[in-house]
């Protein structure tokens, strides 16, 4: 009985700065909410204190997510990068199928490699790979953005995350995101 006492006091105070977290990065939300609406694209996509950069960098990806569709929808704004970012978050904050749905929607239309050398597509289409476990799609995708790696740099850095999703398959995409070489 002493010893289930014991293990029970070590895995709450353990899990303490969890709870911790979780409540100080909702109210990091919700002070954000409060002042970061009203930001240009410009400053809230682009600057590390203000908008959802702030909270991703803090590890508050969920509430980082929430504020860049609060930001979407208060706006009324249709921009494929902030359906990246949003795709991007929900991923490192384990919300895989939101993640999914956030990466689709950042799909451009139509591509045309002679005007913009990014292969955009191929990049959210592997990234989806990993987020369903598809490690034949994700290497398919993978491919065809390395094909571009010289004409444009983007793809060259976009090739080092998809490397790292390969190597880390069975990780979290947190995990494997963290650890591009």
Known sequence: MNNLFCKTK???????????LASDCEVEYQRHLTTDLELSYEKFDQTMDNGFRHLANAGCYKEAA????????HNQL?????????AQL?????????????AKQSLLEKEDFSIEPLRWNDYVK?????LEKDKLALK???????????EYFGNALNL?????LIKHFDQSYLYATSRIE
């Open 78 to 86: 249709n921009k494929n990068s902030m359906r990246w970012h949003v």
């Open 126 to 130: 592997a990234t989806i790979a990993f």
């Open 90 to 102: 929900r991923a490192s904050a384990g919300e895989t199928d939101k993640a999914i749905a956030s």
């Open 140 to 150: 398919h995708h993978r491919n065809k953005v390395a094909a571009g790696q010289h």
């Open 160 to 164: 080092k995350l998809l490397d790292a």
């Open 66 to 73: 929430d504020l860049i569709e609060a930001y979407i929808k």
């Open 10 to 20: 070590i895995l709450i105070l353990l899990l303490l700065p969890l709870s911790a």
